[in-house]
DNA sequence: GTGTCTGCAAACTTTTTGCAGAGCT
DNA sequence: AGCTCTGCAAAAAGTTTGCAGACAC
């Protein structure tokens, strides 16, 4: 596989969280790793309410989350999405090989699909070069109807 | 260029306006005439709060605003896009020869650049099909740094 | 005149923050 | 023990909604 990152993706992240927390003077808390063991068990991104909810309930409150969620992003072990509803998603990363990647998503069951596609790299180059930016990178999500919305009539 | 989009957008909008409103049993009201007024002296997407800021002061309250953008929307007036900050930014069709289209931002600056490349038609295709999914569409947006902002070393 | 719109105020949702006590190392 | 983290509650910020009066046709 085709992946430019250095470390082992087949280690567990928990495996990670330790020395990356210590670096930051972070602490290994309950909450967080029950937050990274509800991501783990879901290959798709769920919403800080989602996960709140698959967490026993009274386990961690949701402005934890939001703050854990804060933090794992910094520590790049999760990804933040945004299906366009204003609600941000987190994935896990290394749930797929590599951080970056795009999701179809069907609007009418909210079913998600995630895919390898990516924008053509040199595409961005060429528009990054002729409006004078640097650093570029994008968002980018699909949405349609997907199989079998396609057949139930109602819905 | 590949854009699926099949409508004449050349069409000044107000001049629809009317006959759109009139299809159903809408008003043409000084408010909804002001905001779009608003919208076509500005190129770019527009949050909700600065088109009200760009008004004079008692003129259209922030809750019309709210309910005229859903119904320019509905009636294709308007489009609605999504930086990825949670809050929607609208912007005239029309303005730009087709509807559907994206914008480079600087996460500097917040400057955009409207954009006439799109993702390859015929690689959604694929995608679509692969994945058993039909009317696929999708959000696109990038963001880098411009050129005047990577030469201010501040900011 | 009739039915749609608007302003105002209140409610709702997602997200952030202050603070005191609990937890990790 | 020391500093971080958590729960709780309150507060932001964007958006939606109920209602009575104003307005378009």
């Known amino acids: 596989m085709n992946c430019a990152c250095h470390s082992d993706h087949s280690a567990a992240p928990l495996d990670d969280l ?3 927390l210590r670096e930051g003077d972070r602490r290994i808390t309950g909450a967080r790793a029950r937050i990274l063991d509800v991501l783990r068990r879901h290959s798709h991104p769920m919403t800080n309410r989602e996960i709140h909810g698959h967490l026993p309930r009274g386990t961690c409150d949701l402005a934890t989350i939001y703050r854990s969620m804060h933090l794992l992003e910094d520590l790049s072990l999760v990804q933040r999405f945004d299906f366009g509803d204003g609600i941000a998603r987190f994935e896990l990363v290394g749930a797929h090989k590599s951080g970056h990647h795009h999701h179809l998503i069907c609007i ?12 053509p790299a040199e595409l961005e180059q060429r528009i ?12 980018l999500e699909f949405f349609g109807v997907c199989a079998a919305c396609q057949k139930s009539p109602a819905r």
């Open 128 to 139: 990054a070069r002729a409006n004078g930016f640097t650093s570029v990178t994008h968002k």
């Open 108 to 119: 009418k069951c909210s079913g998600v699909v995630e895919l390898e596609e990516c924008f």
């Open 18 to 20: 330790t020395g990356r």
